[in-house]
């Protein structure tokens, strides 16, 4: 059924949809933002929604179970220099509780207590444009969670995900990126950036998170995208690596 | 042209990716243990006459928390508080058998369940033993059933004096899993490692067989656990053997319908010994063990060493001590209780430390 739905889906960005007055962008790693109007999602991708020139929200279809807001805002831009501020904030418990629950993927234990905490990330994004159509973007941010108590907090250890649960452990987390995004010829585009995240719940504790992406540009509003991330890590049990490899599809209204 | 080249790239790298081990749970066939020794050295006599050996399936330092896989509770995890708290018990246990070697079952050494303590490393710093070598039976970066996590549990051989060549060797996987399962499932092992005490060459080999597969697995383990102890044996060493090898001796009285037996899980269900009747008839035939079979035969409770009842008592033997030497008479004990071993030992794990003296020719 999912795959029906995603072939419909297809079919009707390819024929039925509008034409773009842009390409297909999906860019969340830079300071771009969504043309006013403009909705773009991936089967494993947030929905993001141009609200103006500047300004994009963004959520997840995990929203159903983790409640979540995102906003993007673009607020300075000087020839190819500019800047913007993610702000987002979200609820896990919902989420959290249910991977607790009997059958749920065996991430967390069912006797797991989640209290009510919500998560706050905030980052700060510097673009440069440091050659036509090639993206360098530079990325700073921290993670809190104001929460009612830690007792009971479950860990969630598993790989790429422990870096974005940590804080539900800790005071804060922080993490710096490097992004960049360059067009290949009119229809493949190349993404590259490495993230690392400071995760103070384990002494020395870190995540560095190197991945690499080609996206092709099926037609104005459909793309295809694979690549892998890759994570060297220092979790509760020591240094880890792994890696996750990846397929997805975009769609543009 | 493009798109074919993108497309075989992509499945060239999927398929490098895919045929590695993504969480790191697999072993080599032979490979080297881990070294361990204590943060401070206790004295070891130069030339011992006997060794006192033990053998103890410590449950990861559960005590008698109730774990889901027991069908008793519901826990998963510990605190670290609990962790320590219970290896407090069994070092004092150990400290009071004050063995020179012990084979320990069941170590957590990097665990989330164990709240990530060596429990390995503790002991060895909280008791009079020096030197331990660890084979690991059960790793992963995560093993994603029942919230368990991070996961590093196995066998360990501790002793007063160093070891040498250490070595882990794997045993047959069950074959009774699908593929995903057997890919998280325990990877059980033989401990081999070698002592030279005046000028004799002791072998070490400790195991942990298979608990609940269906397919034979476990009588394979036996039968390597034993042929390794012949190989040994054979090239002149000294040897003692032993570990929980999860089946009763021979002429066991009762062989099924434990009372303590209440999972209806099939995973967990290990309650019906019946066609294992004679699966150590060979070891019991070639080297002597720590509690004679006469011995046993005769009564066999007071050598029962578990239960998975906390609030009951022990009513199977499943840990054994073998050596191609000799026991000194009437030196095996079970420590099932105060009476028998001078502590409570119902608290402290679902097994029964066993131990017994050895003469030194």
């Known amino acids: 059924m999912s795959r029906l739905f995603a072939a419909l889906l297809c079919l009707w960005a390819i024929f039925c949809g509008r034409a773009l007055a842009e390409p297909l962008v999906v860019s969340s790693d830079s300071t771009r933002t969504l043309p006013e109007g403009r909705i773009e999602t991936g089967v494993f991708q947030p929905v993001r929604y141009g609200l103006h020139d ?8 995990l929203m159903l179970v983790n409640p979540q807001l995102q906003a993007k805002w673009r607020f300075f831009e000087r020839g190819r220099y500019s800047s913007a501020a993610v702000g987002r904030l979200s609820y896990p418990k919902p989420l959290l509780d249910l991977l607790a629950g009997e059958g ?39 993670s809190v969670a104001p929460r009612g108590s830690a007792e009971g907090m479950p860990l ?12 539900l452990k800790t005071t804060a987390v922080y993490r710096a990126g490097l992004g960049y995004e360059a067009m290949l ?37 459909v793309a295809l995208e694979a690549g892998a991330r890759f994570e060297y890590a220092r979790y509760p049990p020591g240094m880890q690596f792994h890696y996750l490899p990846f397929i997805d599809a975009l769609f543009a209204w | 042209m493009i798109l074919a080249s993108f497309v075989r790239v992509l499945l060239l790298c999927t398929l490098a990716l895919c045929a590695c081990d993504p969480f790191h749970v697999e072993f080599d066939k032979i490979e080297p243990a881990e070294r361990y020794q204590a943060g401070e050295l206790s004295a070891a006599p130069a030339a011992p006459t006997q060794l006192k050996v033990m053998t103890w399936n410590v449950k990861f ?19 670290k508080a609990e962790v320590v708290a219970n290896l407090e018990a069994i070092a004092a246990k150990i400290r009071q058998v004050d063995p020179d070697l012990v084979f320990l079952q069941e170590v957590d050494i990097n665990s989330k369940r164990g709240a990530f303590v060596n429990q390995l490393q503790w002991l060895l710093d909280h008791t009079d033993l020096n030197h331990g070598a660890y084979g690991s039976q059960w ?57 030279e005490l005046a000028e004799r060459e002791i072998a070490l080999v400790a195991t942990h067989t298979d608990a609940y597969g269906d397919d034979g697995t476990k009588l394979r383990h036996i039968e390597a656990f034993e042929a390794e102890l012949d190989a040994l044996r054979d090239d002149g060493a000294l040897v003692i053997g032993g570990g929980d090898l999860n089946t009763l001796p021979p002429g066991s009285d009762k062989q099924h319908d434990f009372p303590d037996a209440v999972c209806t899980d099939e995973d967990f269900i290990a309650d019906d010994y019946r066609a294992e009747a004679e699966w150590l008839a060979g070891l019991y035939g070639s080297y002597a063990p720590a509690v004679a079979l006469e ?29 191609s030497g000799q026991w000194q008479p009437d030196s095996a004990l079970t420590h099932q209780d105060q009476a028998r071993g001078g502590m409570e030992t119902m608290p402290l794990s679902d097994h029964a430390p066993l131990s017994a003296v050895l003469e030194l020719p």
């Open chain 1, 104 to 142: 749920a993927l065996g991430l967390l234990p069912e006797d797991s207590r989640v209290p009510q905490v919500l998560v706050l990330d905030m980052d700060a994004l510097a673009t440069a444009e440091w050659m036509p159509e090639q993206l360098l973007t530079l990325s700073a941010g921290i």
């Open chain 1, 156 to 167: 969630l250890d598993f790989p790429f995900l422990y870096a974005r649960f940590a804080v």
């Open chain 2, 295 to 323: 011995d046993y035969q005769a009564d066999n409770a007071a050598h029962f060493t578990h239960t998975v009842d906390g609030r009951g008592f022990w009513n199977r033997k499943l840990d054994y001590l073998f050596t």
């Open chain 2, 61 to 79: 330092g559960g005590g008698r928390i109730d774990f889901f896989f027991d069908c008793f509770g519901d826990r998963v995890l510990m605190s």
């Open chain 2, 139 to 195: 790793r992963a970066d995560f093993v994603p059933s029942d919230g368990l996590g991070a996961m590093d549990d196995g066998n360990a051989i501790l002793s007063r004096w160093p070891l040498r060549d250490a070595t882990r060797l794997a045993l047959p996987l069950r074959s009774d899993q699908d593929a995903l399962t057997r890919y998280f499932y325990l990877r059980r092992n033989i401990l081999r490692a070698h002592l």
């Open chain 1, 54 to 61: 500047g300004l994009e929200l963004s959520s997840h279809i």
């Open chain 1, 185 to 221: 010829g009119a229809r493949f585009r190349l993404a590259a950036d490495v993230k690392l995240f400071f995760l103070p719940v384990v002494d020395g504790g870190f995540s560095l998170e190197p991945g690499l992406s080609l996206r092709w540009l099926l037609a104005e509003h």
